[in-house]
């Protein structure tokens, strides 16, 4: 029997650490490694961390030889010997059906003698005046047992492939382009090769430059749609103003008024409505004190109304000084002249029979009364929806052009979104939903929907205006609004979310106010999420585990150390991130609070970003941490530049004392945090500290097992068999412990409110941010698939190093976190999964946790692109639920 050879070559692994680890494994099993950059047929194996389109993957994948992942080389070594490849076996859509692995068919069909290589039989000529290029595809074809022909004209000849099909009308043999080759290979949703084959690594900067550019282009065709305009008014609109205005004598309406003909004078005025015409504001606002007093009849509103929108049809506002300003007198409280907010604040407050008005009212508005004042707010809502659609089309205008500027901003605030009157706006949109909370009243979801609309046409428009100027002034300008809705949703309950939230028509101003809101709640129960900007991977890697500690009800005194789907231990204090509420003469070792013996400068950070607790923790200093967790304020959790923890610098050095203080002393300790996919337990068992492991796993169980680092690895298969059975029992026993000390119970509305605001924040996130965006994504060569490849291989920091557009950068960001889902999704509680309440069953559905935690052990490349098309498609159904009620 002849012994089986192992010789290796490695294609798409740069990293000269790995590759060097590669090596020596290889040469210490007795293997052999060619290197280069060309495929050697005498090759066994490559070694290959995804699919790629190089030559030495395609020559490899068309001979039949094993492509297995790096991982192959390590647990080898790891056993001893070179262990069996199926397991290992990189192939093209994981855990998809026979089918559709291409990569094992070739190679079983290779083995078995069926076929000598993928392309038996073929005898090919290759029409390309780049020889370098030439010579690249003839190894791929001659690797899969085709044949080489410098003639086209030989009638042997069976393929012909070029660059151009048409070349050559007169060429006998069917012709191909380059890209057949890997379609032939691995199916026709193989994407492009010819461009990747024609650039060496050196040439990655300049690729990626290129594809900065095609971004660029891409992301400048996804403006946002305006979603506020609709039909029904934008038909209406005029295309200009009137030449000239007319003249119009309004002296009968005035003895009508006199006489107390109201109804008579509003007919005379709407029969000399036309363009340019402009009824005279005094017998407009006397008609209008009279419509408020209640002295009318029905007929009266509802023809009043209809010639303001007559009126605002026939000379539009904006770019028009003369109509803003006569349109800033008529819609003002006749009796207060306090200004169009006033007029809509007070119509607003006197429906929903609540707080203080500009006036004395005469009493509580009639039904009639009440239907005028909807139907009053609808009109200023249209004048501002004109304005925002005009502005969006660029006509020309300015702020003494436009009603919304003139009655949201005054001239010194105009570079702030959040005025007092815009606050002011908010307020009452937060109180009005609170009123109708409760009410099945027509018209009170009507002017609750007129009040959300206002405020988005305001923020739309703002933004609309600031978004070419200063993009750091917009993002601070929705920043610092949402942060005041959310300090003014703070006293009401979780159910006032659940209505508030969701019913926001403005998707950007939905997404900070969501944000801003979850990290209130967060910080005011002690929870942990970070300070760094809102992405997608913040709101997947902090947000979502957040979501279980903060919807615990705990008892008094239960506390300790907190991995998702944990209960917490006796010892601690109720949601809270330090140890401070701990007197120092209670924890082991500590005789007290000693200034000697805290550090100087406890929250000055090194150039690594490190607080003292990190260094300590390195170092083993338990005393000094003692004494350092006895300082209010101390944040167990906090985080150096590069993302590492206090635990994690524990585990690392083999700090069991300081592991130990940290998991007995400290409430809400994290212990599911990772960096790079590393969580404290990968650390302690890749640095041989098995005791520390021990300690991790009795407290907090068999969750710790189910984390996978960036390789798709849980603890359990970075460690020797013998070992596995070992935290297996390990983690037994923190199971029976938790078990026996389970506690633990939910409130139910606060986790369908966080639910709801996460659910909320992930669909305008996506949308907001065009993450990601596939509808125009179906060639190969487009801006997302070329990211995507790009993102396979490389990092997205190696990818953006020298783009200098952040939202790009961003875009980048999002997209990879995207492709690695898999392992940036954290294990739920069993609580929160198991939980039937609406919104949570909604936000479990749209982070696909069936799909990416049961059905899928790894994600690919192409299985995470057709997991994000579904992704996209879901969210775009959501909204347009969202959007219709």
């Not at 290129?210 to 979603?227: G, M």
């Not at 991130?577 to 013996?597: H, M």
Request: hydrophobic residues 40%; positive net charge.
């Amino acid at each position: 029997m002849v012994e089986k050879t192992f010789t290796f070559q490695i294609t798409g692994i740069k990293n000269p650490q790995i590759k060097g680890k590669l090596l020596r494994g290889i040469h210490k099993l007795g293997g052999s490694y060619i290197g280069g950059s060309i495929y050697k047929g005498r090759a066994t194996h490559l070694i290959a961390h995804c699919t790629l389109a190089s030559e030495k993957f395609l020559a490899a994948c068309a001979g039949g030889k094993w492509i297995v992942t790096p991982q192959y080389v390590i647990d080898s070594v790891r056993n001893g010997k070179w262990l069996p490849e199926v397991a290992y076996e990189l192939d093209f859509i994981s855990q998809a059906p026979e089918a559709t692995r291409p990569i094992r068919m070739w190679r079983t069909r290779v083995a078995s003698g069926t076929v000598s290589g993928a392309f038996q039989g073929w005898r090919a000529v290759l029409l390309m005046d780049d020889r370098k290029r030439r010579e690249i595809f003839e190894r791929i074809l001659m690797a899969g047992g085709a044949r080489i022909s410098s003639c086209a004209s030989d009638q042997s000849v069976t393929h012909v492939f070029t660059g151009n099909i048409n070349t050559d009308s007169k060429i006998g043999a069917p012709c191909y382009s380059l890209d057949y080759i890997a379609q032939h290979l691995l199916g026709s949703s193989w994407p492009v090769i010819s461009e990747v084959l024609s650039s060496s690594p050196v040439d990655n900067t300049q690729l990626f430059s290129e594809l900065e550019i095609q971004l660029k282009d891409y992301v400048s065709k996804l403006v946002l749609p305006e979603r506020l305009v609709s039909i029904d008014y934008v038909s209406h609109a005029t295309t200009g103003h009137p030449s000239q205005s007319s003249v119009v004598d309004f002296s009968n309406v005035h003895s009508l008024i006199e006489c107390g003909l109201l109804t008579e004078a509003l007919e005379e005025i709407q029969g000399m409505l036309h363009p340019g015409v402009l009824p005279s504001p005094q017998y407009m606002c006397s008609l209008m004190h009279h419509a408020l007093q209640g002295e009318v009849k029905p007929y009266f509103f509802s023809t009043f109304i209809n010639i303001l929108h007559n009126i605002l049809r026939n000379n539009p506002t904006w770019g028009s000084p003369t109509v803003v300003k006569y349109f800033l007198h008529i819609l003002q409280c006749p009796q207060c002249k306090g200004g169009t907010w006033a007029l809509l604040e007070t119509s607003v407050r006197w429906c929903v029979s609540s707080g203080e008005c500009c006036h004395l009212l005469p009493g509580s508005p009639s039904p009639e009364l009440i239907r005028f004042l909807c139907d009053l707010q609808a009109f200023l809502l249209t004048i501002f929806r004109h304005e925002l659609f005009a502005s969006s089309k660029g006509q020309s205008g300015g702020s003494r052009s436009s009603v919304l500027v003139r009655t949201f901003w005054n001239i010194w605030q105009r570079s702030t979104l959040g005025s007092r009157t815009v606050q002011q706006l908010a307020g009452l949109l937060i109180h009005t939903t609170s009123c109708a909370l409760s009410s099945a009243e027509d018209w009170k979801q009507r002017l609750l929907c007129t009040l959300h609309d206002t405020l988005a046409v305001v923020v739309e428009y703002w933004c609309q205006e600031h978004s070419k100027l200063n993009k750091s002034l917009l993002d601070k300008g929705m920043e610092d609004l949402a942060e005041h809705i959310s300090i003014l949703c703070q006293d009401h309950p979780p159910e006032f979310l659940l209505e508030f939230v969701p019913n926001m028509p403005s998707l950007r101003l939905k997404m900070v106010t969501a944000d801003s809101i979850y990290r209130c709640m967060c910080c005011r129960n002690g929870v942990s999420v970070g300070t760094e900007p809102l992405t997608l991977r913040k709101i997947v890697s902090s947000y979502l585990p957040a979501l279980g500690r903060l919807c615990e009800r705990k008892p008094a005194g239960a506390g300790g150390p907190r991995v998702a789907g944990t209960p917490a231990r006796p010892g601690g204090e109720l949601h809270t991130a330090s140890c401070a509420g701990v007197a120092p003469a209670t924890l082991p070792g500590a005789s007290g609070l000693d200034k000697k013996t805290v550090p100087k400068g406890l929250h000055r950070v090194n150039a690594a970003g490190e607080l003292p607790i990190h260094r300590i923790c390195k170092r083993n200093q338990v005393e000094m941490l003692l004494n350092v967790l006895s300082v209010p304020g101390t944040d167990v959790n906090v985080k150096d530049y590069a993302g590492w923890t206090p635990l994690h610098e524990a585990c690392n050095h083999g700090s069991s004392a300081c592991v130990q203080a940290l998991l007995q002393h400290c409430p809400n300790l994290h212990l599911d945090v990772q960096v790079g996919g590393v969580s404290p337990l990968h650390d302690a068992l890749l640095n041989g500290h098995v005791d520390i492991a021990k300690m991790l796993l009795q407290y907090a169980g068999s969750p710790l097992l189910e984390l996978r680092d960036g390789q798709g690895r849980t603890p359990l298969d970075v460690v020797s068999p013998a070992l596995q059975k070992e935290l297996g029992r390990w983690a037994q026993e923190g199971d029976s412990a938790r078990d026996a000390q389970d506690v633990r119970t939910i409130d139910p509305p606060l986790l369908e409110a966080c639910s709801c605001l996460l659910r909320c924040l992930l669909l305008s996130y996506v949308l907001v941010r065009n993450v990601p965006s596939y509808e125009a994504s179906a060639s190969p060569r487009d801006a997302v698939p070329r990211l995507s490849r790009a993102l396979a291989a490389h990092s997205a920091r190696r990818v953006t190093a020298a783009w200098g557009d952040p939202l790009l950068v961003r875009l980048a960001e999002d997209l990879e976190t995207l492709l690695g889902l898999r392992r940036h999704l954290p294990i739920m509680p069993g609580v929160v999964t198991q939980f039937q309440g609406t919104q949570t069953r909604l936000l479990l559905l749209q982070k696909f946790v069936k799909i990416y935690l049961e059905a899928l052990p790894k994600i690919s490349i192409m299985e995470a692109v057709m997991s994000a098309v579904e992704f996209k498609k879901t969210v775009s159904m959501w909204s347009r639920k969202q959007q219709h009620g």
